[in-house]
């Protein structure tokens, strides 16, 4: 494993939101062996191992899989909303694009978006897609804006 990305060693230097970047990122590299029918890579093996012995031991799995807030009152779901956030953006995005042959209004392409994921109310898709910092592209990535 690389040295940025070893969770079990970093202490809480980063924002709480890197550090469930890296777990989430983790939990892709088991699904695709799982997926390839591959082993898992032996670092990954040992942290699982290590990690689960911790928890079993009564460690605090936020601790053990540091993504215990540093500070209190910081939200634990920012890296949900924000995968929720791109994830209704790159659907308007999809259904309003130009090369489209249904391409939608955007009005209605908000519309049948937060109905169909009801992950944001239509209110707050319309501002975030009318925010001029939005990224309007179909495509995104899991990693910072």
């Known amino acids: 494993m690389p040295s940025k990305m070893k969770p079990l060693d970093q202490p809480n230097i980063e924002p709480l939101i890197e550090r469930q970047r890296k777990l989430f990122t983790v939990s892709d590299q088991i699904q695709m062996a799982q997926q390839q029918n591959q082993p898992l890579p032996k670092w990954l093996e040992e942290w699982l191992v290590l990690a689960l012995r911790k928890i079993a031991l009564g460690q ?32 308007i995005a999809s259904m309003t694009a130009p090369q489209n042959e249904k391409k939608k209004k955007t009005k209605v392409a908000i519309d049948e978006v937060t109905k169909a994921l009801s992950v944001m109310k239509r209110s707050t898709a319309r501002k975030t897609w009318g925010s001029s910092l939005t990224d309007r592209k179909p495509t995104f990535t899991l990693s910072k804006k």
């Open 60 to 91: 605090d799995a936020d601790e053990v899989l540091n993504v215990k807030p540093e500070k209190q009152g910081v939200r634990k779901d920012s890296l949900k909303r924000e995968l929720d956030k791109k994830m209704v953006m790159g659907a």
